[in-house]
């Protein structure tokens, strides 16, 4: 079974401060794992993806296949950064359908 | 703007009534996702289509909802004799990204069961 584990409902950090949300998952194989943001009164958004390597709105994340963790980082939040953060996973076949975490409140104090 | 809608945005019901949400995907895609989203969790999957053909659904459908995508297009998402337990966001989504594996969400429906 696949599963995905978010151990925080709430962080808050002061802005200008460093920002880890943790995410572990559970998965027989090599998942794509995601992060996806959702800002207040908006929809549910992709914001990055482990395959891509890449840095959006200063966010990192990086697959560690050892613990089996993929915790999103960014080195200094800002206001806009608070949100509602969802880790996700699914397969690699494409096409494959998506298992989310419970979610991470991220307020970052002025 | 992901160009997947979702109608009605809100829906505020009795107990034991039924409902139907509908989905717009993105046109051009041919598989469509419904999850389920309730107070203090991510979304979870229900079912999802490829064209006309629902080919999977989760446990988490019982006998009480039915999704149909009649034309390949559109989809809908019918709960009967509704109980307090149904009460959630609804999202629809389709695919996309280099492995369509990333889902671009509706707006969602939010069902109140009173």
């Known amino acids: 079974a696949q599963r995905v584990t978010q151990p925080e409902k709430l962080l808050s950090v002061f802005k200008g401060a460093p920002v880890e949300l943790k995410c572990n998952y559970s998965y027989s194989g090599s998942p794509e794992l995601f992060w996806y943001v959702q800002y207040s009164r908006q929809r549910l958004q992709l914001l990055l993806r482990h395959i891509s390597r890449e840095s959006i709105k200063g966010f990192t994340a990086d697959l560690n296949k050892g613990e089996t963790s993929f915790h999103l980082k960014k080195p200094f939040a800002q206001e806009e950064d608070s949100a509602m953060y969802y880790c996700?996973?699914?397969?690699?076949?494409?096409?494959?359908?998506?298992?989310f975490g419970t979610g991470t409140k991220l307020q970052v104090i002025p | 703007d992901t160009g997947v809608s979702q109608d009605p945005r809100h829906k505020i019901t009795k107990r034991g009534q039924n409902v139907t949400f509908r989905c717009d995907p993105i046109s051009e895609h041919n598989r469509l996702y419904w999850y389920r989203q309730t107070l203090g969790q991510g979304p979870e999957f229900l079912t999802y289509f490829q064209n006309e053909a629902q080919l999977e659904k989760s446990r988490l459908l019982s006998d009480r909802f039915s999704a149909e995508r009649p034309k390949g297009s559109f989809s809908t998402l019918e709960i009967q004799r509704t109980e307090q337990g149904d009460s959630a966001m609804y999202l629809c989504a389709s695919p996309g990204g280099p492995l369509y594996n990333e889902q671009f969400f509706g707006p969602g429906t939010r069902l109140t069961v009173l």
């Open positions: 996700a996973l699914s397969g690699t076949g494409g096409y494959q359908k998506v298992t």
